[in-house]
């Protein structure tokens, strides 16, 4: 099994910045890649970004590129979403989700969630 564990979110302006954190533990190392995913109210939740633990290499949603950075720290199993110039549409509350090795942009390629954290940007 593996604990996921979220923080950062909160309540932010319109082209402000968040740092969202996910720590991980229990059987960390037969991760793939630790990901995010957000559920604004009434919509489907989506792809936002992931990382793949062996290399670093990561990926972003459409939605987010040139604005979200991904990163990861190996030493204390713990994944970053940099989010910077939030917009309104980025309201949602924040996954993370751990494994991958289904796929690395769809909700059924992880096995492990986080309970979410809550970002709202204002306008």
């Known amino acids: 099994q593996v604990q996921l564990v979220e923080s950062g979110g909160g309540l932010v302006q319109t082209g402000g910045s968040l740092r969202l954190s996910c720590a991980a533990s229990?059987?960390?190392?037969?991760?793939?890649?630790t990901g995010w995913f957000r559920q604004a109210p009434g919509k489907e939740r989506e792809f936002v970004a992931t990382?793949?633990?062996?290399?670093?290499?990561?990926w972003l949603g459409d939605a987010v590129k040139g604005r979200f950075t991904i990163s990861r720290d190996n030493a204390k199993n713990t994944v970053y979403l940099q989010m910077n110039s939030l917009k309104p549409e980025d309201t949602a509350v924040y996954y993370c989700a751990a494994d991958g090795s289904r796929g690395l942009f769809t909700m059924k390629g992880y096995a492990y969630w986080g309970q979410g954290t809550q970002v709202t940007v204002s306008s």
């Open positions: 990382i793949r633990w062996s290399d670093g290499i990561g």
């Open positions: 229990g059987r960390t190392f037969s991760t793939y890649a």
